[in-house]
């Protein structure tokens, strides 16, 4: 049984910085993409990022890019989303999604993380 479980979320002040964790079980980790996911009050779920099972592929929403930074350790089952310069409009919970291959889209993911709520205060 696939499990995705995040870590990291709280509430931080704009333009603070917070990391996320994602800890995969229950398949070959390294031989799958995974990516991050956020959804806000009222809105459709979107791509924040994602990253192939090497860590050589990453791609990024653009209102992140240059923000926020994917990364994965494949020795520790884990992706890791590091965000920082964090504005008020990042506040959602954020969701780990895992997939065959790389995906900037809720198609094709597999399985996804419970989530963890980031909120940003003005």
């Known amino acids: 049984q696939v499990q995705l479980v995040e870590s990291g979320g709280g509430l931080v002040q704009a333009g603070g910085s917070l990391r996320l964790s994602c800890a995969a079980s229950?398949?070959?980790?390294?031989?799958?993409?995974m990516g991050w996911f956020r959804q806000a009050p009222g809105k459709e779920r979107e791509f924040v990022a994602t990253i192939n099972w090497s860590g050589d592929e990453i791609y990024y929403v653009g209102s992140v890019k240059g923000r926020f930074t994917i990364s994965r350790d494949n020795a520790k089952n884990t992706v890791y989303l590091q965000m920082t310069s964090l504005k008020p409009e990042d506040t959602a919970v954020y969701y780990c999604?895992?997939?065959?291959?790389?995906?900037?889209?809720?198609?094709?993911?597999?399985?996804w993380g419970q989530g963890t709520q980031v909120t940003v205060s003005s």
């Open positions: 229950g398949r070959t980790f390294s031989r799958y993409a």
């Open positions: 999604a895992s997939s065959y291959r790389i995906a900037t889209t809720t198609v094709g993911i597999d399985y």
